[in-house]
């Protein structure tokens, strides 16, 4: 894994007060990428900017061996704590919100720069257009080297690219093995050179967790389920993202990576509920 390609990113949400101790502890134990938002409510990315002065000040790792990406949020997908004026234009808070992620993290660029989500479910809005334009003129800044969009369907995916807007680097999307693993989107991205992220591979497919045809795979090759599902979805083209606190699923989920599925047991997993 390089800084400029990861091949696994470790997630900062839901982790309150241990934030700091956990992103330490994920880079320590060879994670080089990490995800983030600014948005309080799930994140706290300034502790994850204390974790990473933590690692530079032990020389555990310098800036440029890391991939650091963190998200616009709108105001509905927050709490009252808000990294920008909720009076000013979304191209003002976007602007606001990168400089306040720029400060928590301690780096003057970000790695990938996401919009967290789109204004509506149902397409691309006038008001994505906006902040797109304004993440746009962030990259051309040199504020961060690529962009993303997180929690789209095809159809938001469409509507963008039929709007001329420019094609972002990363969709992160909720990954549900039923939907055939977010085929139509993954589709979409291996059509246009996105790479996918994947978040949620364990906790939204339980029941590819249990089935019998991954506990054989995991026998095989004397590795766990869940270690199986995160070979699976690199196999498959996609950067899988994890936010484990433990320290042995850390190691555990780093050394998938090592793992070998043949590409008849890739395609049965795809097939699996899907
Ligand atoms: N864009 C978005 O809207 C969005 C939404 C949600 C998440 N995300 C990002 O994605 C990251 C990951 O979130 P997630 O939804 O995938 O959930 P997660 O927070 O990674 O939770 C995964 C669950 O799987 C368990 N787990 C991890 N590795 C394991 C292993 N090797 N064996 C057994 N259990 C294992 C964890 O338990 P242990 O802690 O006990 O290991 C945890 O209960 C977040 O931190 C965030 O950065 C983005």
Known sequence: ??????DFMYGTAWKEDLTQALTELALRTGFRAIDTANQRRHYVEAAVGEGL??????GVVTRAELFLQTKFTYQQGQDHRLPYDPAADL??????????????????HLDSYVLHGPASGYGWTEDDAE???????????????????SNVGLRHLQ?????????????????????G?????????????????????????????????????AARLQATPAQVVFRFAQAVGMLPLTGTTDPTH???????RELTLSADEVQTIERLVG
């Not at 003129?137 to 962009?147: I, Q």
């Open 53 to 58: 002065a933590a690692v530079y000040r032990a």
């Open 131 to 149: 902040v797109w334009t304004a993440m746009v003129k962030e990259r051309d800044a040199g504020r961060t080297r690529l962009l993303g969009v």
């Open 250 to 256: 850390m190691k555990q989920d780093l050394a998938s």
């Open 1 to 6: 894994m390089t800084a400029m390609r990861p």
């Open 181 to 217: 693993w977010d085929r139509d989107v993954r589709g979409f991205c291996t059509t246009h050179g996105i790479v996918y992220q994947g978040f949620s591979l364990l906790t939204a497919n339980p029941d590819v967790l249990r089935h019998r045809l991954v506990g054989g795979i």
């Open 91 to 108: 191209s003002t808070q976007v602007a606001q919100s990168v400089a306040s992620s720029l400060q928590h993290l301690g780096t003057d």
């Open 159 to 179: 509507q963008m690219a039929a709007a001329g807007a420019e094609t972002p680097a990363f969709v992160q999307n909720r990954c549900f093995a039923r939907l």
